[in-house]
């Protein structure tokens, strides 16, 4: 194991209240959520469509593709859309084990400029809050919060300026931007249709990608083209090697209060330096 990655990873959990919100931010906690949360998986191919012959990294089913187009198109037509996400993340420990952290997160968006995330867990337990103005998270206890101005900028940007290296931590940002499809498959080197599943409960097409240093699979609902279930796994630099998701409770065009995207500070709530991670967009 990368001893320097071990080191990046445990910061996650051991590092101070502090530190910790102010790297965390929409990226991580977007991601992370309640403890316990357990990964419900169902999911059981029962069909295989890639051709034996052709090599697994020059192969682009035509089919996979055209399932995540569909799938990128329903997210990006709808004006709110609300879910929540179960996931789990293997971190590495100071013996060197890797061990299971959960999460357990409630998203609500309305496009093009405001967000709210709920998250509730392992790490950065917090609510976050997006108005078009002002990023806001508080914690969960509301102890802390941390606040920048953020005026004029889409969604998908303020989430990439301001991520903890949401590559590694939350993958499944990329399923909120506006073209979720061009970006997922900018650099992929392979599509496959691998077969029908059923994740949840609900009947889904099984798709799986390779792209540099990653291979990714997605479960999308065969009717409602909607993201059922997410399993990134990272196969180069200081990467977590997989990264697991379920998402749930989906509500496209829903009427959301305005009041959601508004924080509340509790007046004895202590403000915290707000930490970028990267360039600002």
């Given at each position: 194991m990368?001893?320097?990655y071990q080191r990046k990873s445990?910061?996650?959990t051991l590092r101070t209240i502090s530190h910790r919100f102010g790297c965390a931010l929409i990226g991580a906690a977007t991601l992370f959520g309640p403890p316990g949360a357990a990964m419900a998986q169902e999911a059981k191919s029962t069909q295989v469509g890639a051709p034996t012959a052709a090599p697994a990294k020059d192969f682009k089913d035509e089919r996979a593709l055209a399932a995540l187009k569909s799938m990128s198109g329903t997210l990006a037509a709808a004006k709110t859309l609300s879910f929540k996400v179960r996931g789990i993340v293997p971190t590495p420990s100071p013996t060197g084990q890797y061990?299971?952290?959960f999460a357990s997160?409630?998203?609500?968006?309305q496009r093009p400029d405001k967000l709210f995330v709920e998250a509730r867990g392992d790490l950065f337990p917090s609510d976050s809050f997006y108005d078009g103005k002002t990023v806001t998270v508080i914690g969960a206890d509301r102890k802390f919060y941390t606040q920048r101005d953020a005026a004029g900028g889409a969604i998908e940007s303020l989430m990439h300026a301001i991520q903890p290296g949401s590559e590694a931590t939350a993958p499944f940002l990329d399923l909120l931007v506006a073209d979720s499809y061009s970006l997922l498959t900018k650099d992929f080197t392979s599509a496959l249709w691998v077969g029908q599943s059923t994740v949840g409960g609900v009947k889904t097409e099984h798709l799986a990608f390779t792209a540099p240093?990653?291979?990714w699979e997605i479960w999308i609902g065969a009717a409602d083209k909607l993201p059922r279930l997410m399993v990134v796994s990272y196969r180069s630099g200081e990467r977590q090697p997989t990264f697991t998701a379920e998402f749930s409770e989906w509500k496209l065009n829903a009427t959301v209060?305005?009041?959601t995207f508004s924080a509340a500070i509790p007046p004895s709530a202590v403000k915290l330096e707000f930490k970028q991670i990267g360039p600002a967009k």
């Open positions: 990368n001893p320097n445990m910061t996650l061990v299971s952290l997160t409630r998203v609500v968006m240093g990653l291979d209060p305005a009041k």
